[in-house]
């Protein structure tokens, strides 16, 4: 009988409940014990009443609640070798063979960590004699499932990520509050968005809000003085006679020497430059929160059947794949694949490579 711990974790996104109810009730169905392991990778490291085996009703009304109600958070214990050594530990006690980490690309860069030493982790518990070597014999290959949920779509390899689209919901609706005020008082707005190094959220809010202009990190300014190529856009926009200007910057947004572009900053040059009464406005954890859009609901659910089907599934030559969607169709890649290219992104908006980066975000 199979045991699988599905844990929440890094920042919270709208659908990560409905990923745990498919998890738990896919795998009930299919005769599994489906633990919950709560507050991420925090509750793997505490153990004891952190990890508790879920029944079908626990997960009943999470569908539709934003958040995740088995908590997330980020662990410090577990970028540690130590905290992983507990982890694993706590996992064998549970009875604990697979798996199912939902979060972002720090959990599953943590996830695939976590993959890559469990041979070792195993000998070091039993040199340690906190378990024996009989102990630890059913759990040599612990398959490990990784969901990607974060509000960034910040992850290669998959083309959505849980959450993200609920995310550009709510900054749509805000921004659309805002314009209305905008346009009354003939304003301008400069609206930080959430998304850390990726600037998905930016540019898609920009084209569904019809921003004058946004800032993301993957494609910063090719002019040196983009100060005046800024106010010379926003001023031709404002001469065809818009009421109101739209700049929405990615929080990540940098210029070409990689130097953070920050939306007072932004403000100062419209204000002083072109006289427009400018406010700025950190739309901030709003973003994240409320209901899960339908199609976060449904991303979530599939991936979720999908998660339970490669616990079963997993073989030697695919052991922890991620579970993404390109394409419209649900998708399993090496996870270790998926975090390499993840990073190779970093690194190439790092090394000013920015055509590379955007390539490797999307490389279909
Ligand atoms: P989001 O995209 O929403 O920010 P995330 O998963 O990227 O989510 P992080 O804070 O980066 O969020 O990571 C969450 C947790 O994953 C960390 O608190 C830590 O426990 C674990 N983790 C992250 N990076 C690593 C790593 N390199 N090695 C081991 N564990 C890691």
């Avoid at 009875?95 to 993959?115: E, K, N, P, Q, W």
């Avoid at 990540?252 to 403000?267: F, T, V």
């Avoid at 030697?316 to 694949?337: A, D, F, R």
Wanted: contains cysteine; charged residues 25%.
């Amino acid at each position: 009988r199979k045991k699988i711990g599905v844990l929440t974790s890094g920042g919270d996104s709208p659908g990560m409940n409905a990923s745990v109810r498919a998890i738990v009730r896919v795998g009930i169905a299919r005769g599994c014990d489906v633990y919950g392991i709560y507050e991420g990778y925090r509750g793997l490291v505490e153990g004891k009443e952190k990890i508790k085996k879920l029944k079908w009703d626990d997960v009943r009304g999470f569908i539709h609640i934003g958040g995740t109600v088995i908590g997330t958070a980020r662990c410090m214990e577990f970028k540690e070798r130590p905290g992983r050594l507990q982890a694993a530990e706590n996992l064998i006690k549970n009875g604990i063979d697979a798996l199912i980490v939902c979060g972002g690309d720090g959990s599953l860069t943590g996830a695939d960590l976590f993959r890559s030493e469990w041979s070792g982790l195993l000998a070091e518990l039993v040199s340690l004699g906190r378990c024996s070597a009989e102990e630890i014999e059913p759990y040599r290959a612990l398959t490990i499932v990784g969901l990607v949920g974060s509000i960034d779509n910040d992850m290669s390899s998959t083309d959505i990520t849980i959450g993200a689209v609920t995310s550009l919901h709510r900054i749509c609706e805000s921004v659309d509050s805002i314009s209305s005020t905008a346009m009354s008082h003939q304003r301008a707005f400069v609206i930080e968005v959430m998304g850390r190094h990726c600037g998905w959220l930016a540019l898609m809010a920009g084209i569904s809000c019809g921003a004058d202009l946004v800032f993301i990190p993957e494609r910063p300014p090719v002019e040196e003085d983009w100060e005046t190529s800024m106010c010379d856009l926003l001023q031709s926009h404002r001469l065809l006679g818009k009421r109101k200007t739209i700049v929405i910057v990615a929080e990540g947004a940098i210029d070409q020497h990689l130097k953070p572009i920050k939306p007072d900053y932004i403000k100062d040059v419209l204000s002083s430059r072109l006289g427009l009464d400018t406010r700025v406005t950190t739309l901030g954890h709003v973003q994240r929160g409320g209901a899960p859009a339908a199609f976060d609901r449904y991303l979530s659910t599939i991936q979720g059947v999908e998660a339970v089907e490669a616990v079963f599934r997993s073989t030697p030559e695919l052991p922890s794949p991620m579970i993404g969607m390109c394409q419209n169709q649900v998708t399993w890649q090496p996870l270790v694949k998926a975090v390499e290219m993840t990073h190779a992104v970093a690194k190439a908006i790092k090394e000013k490579d920015f055509k590379r980066a955007m390539e490797l975000r999307d490389p279909e």
